[in-house]
């Protein structure tokens, strides 16, 4: 019996040397911070801010992913100059895996193209659902998951926004560009029974600093008197020529110009991001579940 114990106890000792306890420390999976950006309306500069996001918080050491949800004009591979061959719609058929969408760019980042296939996700069956989910939960391992959504106030971008950790909503001066944006905010607080969503607002092409806030302090007093909802000013993006010259070499204005004035806003935005923590976050996967939960019809069947 000594003897048994003997080895038993050398077994043990070997195995605490080798355990995963003295190896480095593994970063949890699972808790990639979600950060939606959508508009009230298109050409306010969504994508451009996505994209440029993505590349502010790689250049503080994150790991990125940027995945385009824009249903109709998926663009986020436009504005880097890029045609990948595969995107969710081969994910959802199961003829690809999302690591093998996963295209790495010359930026640092990482983009998962022409989310257009979240459309036939509604038509998808449970089985079908919980893989295509599975496939996307292996993102879990970037830090940053940058959402860029359609404008507007479709299901799909509603559920985007009130899944995620940072909902940015994005408006310009403009005014129709401000009814719009509002009228988001009003269905967000129509639809969800949450006064603090994480909702965020990013002031573009503005002129200065006394315009974009005064846009921010209207819609922020106006949120929270009439529909009771917490909207935090995150910062506002000059209107700067550097952008469109940036656009049309279909490069990020924060490479081709990093000290214009956009990109100094940008990288201002991403570090007040940065130094802010999330809310308490369940991760992607619990993310992706409640964006593609079945139907209450769906779970009557079953």
Not at 15 to 24: G, I, R, V
Not at 39 to 58: E, I
Not at 130 to 149: G, H, K, P, Q, V
Request: charged letters at 25%.
């Amino acid at each position: 019996m000594e003897d048994q114990a003997e080895k038993l106890r050398e077994i043990m000792k070997r195995k605490k040397e080798t355990s995963p306890k003295n190896a480095p420390p593994v970063k949890p999976v699972d808790k990639a911070r979600i950060i939606t950006v959508t508009s009230g309306k298109g050409g306010v500069g969504k994508t451009n801010l996505s994209v440029n996001m993505a590349l502010a918080f790689a250049r503080l050491g994150k790991k990125v992913v940027v995945m385009d949800a824009d249903l109709g004009l998926a663009n986020v591979n436009v504005m880097l100059n890029m045609i990948p061959k595969y995107n969710l719609y081969h994910v959802i058929k199961k003829q690809k895996t999302i690591r093998e969408i996963l295209v790495e760019t010359e930026y640092g980042i990482s983009i998962v193209a022409g989310a257009s296939g979240f459309s036939q996700i509604a038509n998808m069956g449970e089985t079908d659902r919980r893989d295509f989910i599975a496939e996307l939960d292996t993102l879990s391992n970037a830090d940053i998951i940058i959402i860029d959504t359609s404008a507007g106030v479709s299901s799909n971008v509603l559920d985007f926004i009130a899944a995620a950790d940072d909902a940015v909503i994005i408006t310009t001066p403009e005014p129709t560009a401000i009814t719009d944006a509002y009228g988001i905010i009003k269905i967000i607080a129509t639809e969800y029974d949450s006064v603090n969503m994480g909702l965020k607002l990013v002031v573009n092409r503005a002129k200065g600093a006394a315009q974009a806030k005064s846009v921010a302090d209207r819609m922020i007093n106006i949120a929270g008197q009439f529909l009771n909802l917490k909207l935090d000013y995150l910062g506002f993006i000059y209107d700067d020529v550097s952008v469109p010259h940036a656009v049309l070499r279909q490069k990020p204005f924060l490479v081709v110009d990093p000290k214009c004035k956009a990109s100094i806003c940008v990288q201002h935005i991403v570090e007040r991001m940065a130094r802010n923590k999330t809310r308490e976050s369940s991760g992607f996967g619990a993310m992706l579940r409640r964006l593609f939960k079945p139907s209450q019809n769906e779970m009557n069947l079953v």
